[in-house]
């Protein structure tokens, strides 16, 4: 009689397969991608749970307008920055993918979004501060979704503001190579919706 795998392993092995499957847009994002697979393969389904530890597993979704121009931000409320929207992993989630739109759905308050695929398109790796409570350490996948262009975010419980920004001018407050990121990310995108 086969044994039942707990819901958070059968997540963490299809997304330690779909990492491995996402083609990463540059040298850094390949070399981050294997730490992920290692480190989610090491910890099976434990690393997706945000009681498994200080370091863990999150999800984000970076969200465009269709015509890649404009990006939805949050201003995180613990971190004091923009950033894309995202959270932690919930054991009702069927997949990493599904745990990055829902969260995406809340903290925008855009209901009608359309995942980009099912594969990642960023991974980062962060230090949290002391705000963070007992996280430590992050280990964010991101996907992508679009919205149509007049979409109206809305303010959720942990932000303290959403809003469409221009890729070409995204506010200053936003951690470190988040620029070059959600830029790599569109640039991929771009690239793809031309094939």
Same mark, same amino acid.
């Given at each position: 009689?086969?044994?039942?795998?707990?819901?958070?392993?059968?997540?963490?092995?299809?997304?330690?397969? @779909?990492? $491995?499957?996402?083609?990463?847009?540059?040298?850094?994002?390949?070399?981050?991608?294997?730490?992920?697979?290692?480190?989610? @393969?090491? &910890?099976?389904? &434990?690393?997706?749970?945000?009681?498994?530890? /200080?370091?863990?597993?999150? $999800?984000?979704?970076?969200?465009?307008?269709?015509?890649?121009?404009?990006?939805?931000?949050?201003?995180?409320?613990?971190?004091?920055?923009?950033?894309?929207?995202?959270?932690? +992993?919930?054991?009702?989630?069927?997949?990493?993918?599904?745990?990055?739109?829902?969260?995406?759905? =809340?903290?925008?308050?855009?209901?009608?979004?359309? /995942?980009?695929?099912?594969?990642?398109?960023?991974?980062?790796?962060?230090?949290?501060?002391?705000?963070?409570?007992?996280?430590? =350490?992050?280990? @964010? +996948?991101?996907?992508?979704?679009?919205?149509?262009?007049?979409?109206?975010?809305?303010?959720? $419980?942990?932000?303290?503001?959403?809003?469409?920004?221009?890729?070409?001018?995204? /506010?200053?407050?936003?951690?470190?190579?988040?620029?070059?990121?959600?830029?790599?990310? $569109?640039?991929?995108?771009?690239?793809?919706?031309? @094939?």
């Amino acid at each position: 009689m086969r044994q039942r795998q707990s819901p958070s392993t059968a997540v963490a092995e299809r997304l330690s397969r @779909d990492l $491995a499957a996402w083609v990463p847009p540059n040298a850094d994002q390949d070399r981050l991608r294997a730490e992920f697979i290692r480190f989610i @393969d090491q &910890g099976s389904g &434990g690393v997706l749970a945000r009681d498994s530890g /200080p370091k863990h597993v999150t $999800a984000s979704c970076f969200v465009f307008s269709t015509d890649l121009r404009r990006v939805l931000l949050c201003f995180h409320r613990k971190g004091q920055f923009w950033v894309q929207l995202g959270g932690h +992993i919930e054991a009702s989630d069927r997949s990493v993918a599904h745990a990055a739109l829902r969260e995406a759905r =809340e903290e925008g308050g855009i209901s009608a979004l359309t /995942p980009v695929g099912l594969l990642p398109v960023d991974v980062d790796r962060h230090s949290l501060g002391d705000g963070f409570g007992r996280c430590t =350490e992050h280990w @964010d +996948i991101g996907f992508a979704a679009t919205a149509s262009s007049d979409a109206v975010p809305l303010v959720s $419980a942990e932000s303290e503001d959403v809003a469409w920004w221009p890729l070409a001018g995204l /506010p200053r407050d936003v951690p470190p190579g988040f620029a070059e990121r959600v830029g790599a990310v $569109a640039a991929n995108l771009a690239s793809h919706a031309t @094939d």
